[in-house]
Structure formats: C-alpha cells, structure tokens
C-alpha cells in the first residue's frame, strides 16, 4: 500500500467578492490533481511558476484546507481528522521551505529551534534534549558546538542545513521539499541534494520534491509528475520521462534545461502564444493555446490523465501521433568523463557521491 495517495484535490481561491461578499471570481490553484507516494520514494512535482506544485504540498499538509478530493496518509483519511489526529500526522509530515532565511527564527538559537518540536510532541525528555539537538546537528554535517549560535550567523547552505535537522526532529515518514535549493548558490546546492539523498537511504523517508529545475529534479526524483495551470499533464518514472517525455508541454520543458556541449544534437522547443490565467483556463486542453500539435478536439474536450502498461500517464489526446521526442536530448554519446563529473557534482547526481568531489556533510562552503 501506498504511504501517500492523493486523488481529485481541488482548491479554488476567491479572486474576487461582491460588495456583499459573494464569489465572483476564482483562482483555479489545483484542479483535480491525483498521485501517489510509496514509502522511501521521491515524487517530483514540477512545472512553471504559478502551475500549483507549491499549493499542492501545502494541502496534502493541510497548512490549507482543500475544496474537494481526498488525501489518504499511511492509510488514513487526512481531511476527517480531528485536532488530535492532525498533530499526530504534523509529526510524520514534515516541510522543509524554500527560503532559509524566512524559515528560522531570528530570536531563537539554533538549539531551541531544535528543542521546539522535541518538546511539542513530548518525544525527548528535557534532560536528554541537548544530547538530541547534537545527534541531530551531526546528521545534517554541522558541529553541535553552533547550537548556541543565532541563523544570521550561518551562511545560506548551513540554514537549510539546520531547516532540514529542524524536519528530522520528530522523525517523519514523509517531507516536502518546496524548492529546497533555489535560493542556494549553485556551488551549494550539491552539497544539499547529496544530503537529502543519503538521509532517505539511512532513513527511509519518502519526499515529494516541488522544483522548477529539471536539472535538479532528473537526479534526485524516482518519479515526476509534470503540472501545468493546476492539472498533472504527465507522469511518470524519472528515467522514463526524461528519456521519452510524451506530452507537449513536457517536451517543451525538457528542450529548456542547459547542456553544456554545444556540439551535441538536440532541438529546441519555442512556445508560441499567450499563457492562459489560472482565473480564466481555457476550455478543452489547458495546454491548447501555446500546444504545436493542437487540432479541433484539444480546444473542446478536456483530456484525461491514461496511463499505459508500466504507468506512464499522459494526459493528451495526441500522445500517440506525437513524432520521436529523441532529438529533445543529446544524442552524440553524452559528455566526456570530465563534464559529466562536473555536471553530476553541481547537479547533486550519484556520480558526486560516488566519486567524492563534492562531499554532502561538508561544512565549509554550506
């Protein structure tokens, strides 16, 4: 069984009242969004800005509440909980939130923002806390010595460094990463998605990974699904995906992400036409404005989420008739040895943890 299953998640929010309060009009957020999680897995949600990856996570949270739909964790119904019942799931659900520097408080050290949750869920005793706040320090590679430092002490990488021990704390089940490494350095955010990789190894965690960089997302993901104007368009195994993306929009994405070969054989997708509004979607296929391949039916029928025989899904009423998506990634052999070192290292791929070149538990840089 899955750990996590969500189906038919929808959450409108009210763009618009009347002078006597009534809805006029709506931001359509998530529309009808359905996947599942097993337990030591990562599911990638990604897409472009504005798309409802991030407004996702926070409802499968409950940090807001849905319109419509259910979300089943660990076999229980989420959204019929009690009081009771959702502090104890907030202790197997954790979020480690895209901004270190709004995440922590400023007021507290970093200890007591360690002991916080220790003591809202009665896990550790308070003589034992310090010891845990240590245990927890070391796991994320940093000195128990910092505890009694401030956050604006710490660089960018050692925050979220310290947001992700604050997430370990009350030993979660599953945690949401929204956007951990945006906000870091390019020479940093190895070092975290190392981190994050090796702790799911040691610690069985599932995550959902909520990222706009493929890049990132090719080398920590099991499985992706692609949003686009709050609707899953595709998914799929990661491998799977980027090898041979099927949907449009995912085909467009993909051409987007940089390689550092410019010799190598790939095409680029250009996309025409105006975004469409999460206020207004278009009928039909949210995607048919801006879609190469649109005919007739995609402006009218709203295509439904397929999948094939080894859970491919694509949610396109051409996915069949779509020509070969190889050209979309290098096809003259990949990189040399040298680059691909070097793009595995900043890319967080298992090459660097391999070949040690970016070490995830070092303090120095993070």
Excluded: W
Aim: hydrophobic share 45%; aromatic share 4%; charged share 20%.
């Amino acid at each position: 069984m899955a750990l996590l299953e969500v189906e038919g998640l929808v959450k409108h929010f009210v763009a618009e009242r009347s002078l006597f309060g009534r809805a006029l009009a709506h931001v359509k957020a998530v529309d009808g969004v359905s996947f599942s999680l097993d337990a030591g897995k990562t599911l990638a949600l990604v897409g472009e800005s504005g798309c409802g990856k991030s407004t996702v996570s926070r409802l499968v949270l409950r940090l807001i509440e849905p319109d419509a739909g259910t979300v089943r964790f660990d076999g229980r119904d989420l959204l019929s909980l009690d009081a009771g019942g959702l502090r104890a799931f907030r202790r197997e659900a954790q979020i480690i939130f895209q901004d270190p520097y709004a995440s922590l408080n400023p007021r507290m050290t970093v200890g007591q923002i360690l002991t916080e949750p220790l003591a809202l869920h009665g896990l550790v005793p308070a003589a034992r806390r310090p010891e845990r706040v240590a245990e927890l320090l070391r796991l994320v590679g940093l000195e128990p010595r910092l505890a009694r430092r401030y956050p604006h002490e710490f660089s960018g990488g050692q925050r979220q460094r310290i947001a992700i021990a604050r997430a370990l704390a009350v030993e979660p089940k599953l945690i949401i990463c929204d956007e951990p490494v945006s906000a870091l350095d390019v020479s940093i955010r190895s070092q975290i998605l190392n981190l994050l990789r090796e702790l799911q190894d040691r610690l069985g965690l599932a995550y959902i990974f909520v990222s706009h960089d493929l890049a990132v997302v090719k080398h920590i993901a099991d499985h992706v699904a692609v949003m686009n104007l709050g609707q899953i368009v595709e998914t799929a195994e990661a491998d799977a995906l980027f090898a041979a993306p099927r949907h449009p929009y995912s085909r467009a994405l993909l051409s987007a992400i940089p390689v550092p070969k410019p010799r190598a054989k790939r095409s680029r997708i250009v996309l025409q036409g105006e975004i469409p509004s999460a206020l207004n979607p278009p009928a039909g296929c949210r995607f048919h404005t801006r879609c190469p391949y649109v005919v007739d039916r995609c402006r009218s029928e709203m295509p439904r989420l397929v999948a094939d025989g080894i859970g491919h899904a694509t949610a396109c009423h051409r996915a069949s008739e779509l020509p070969s998506s190889a050209a979309i990634v290098p096809s003259d052999g990949g990189f040399s040895p040298v680059l691909e070192k070097l793009v595995a290292a900043f890319s967080g791929g298992p090459e660097a943890v391999r070949g040690g070149g970016v070490s995830s538990l070092g303090t120095d840089l993070a």
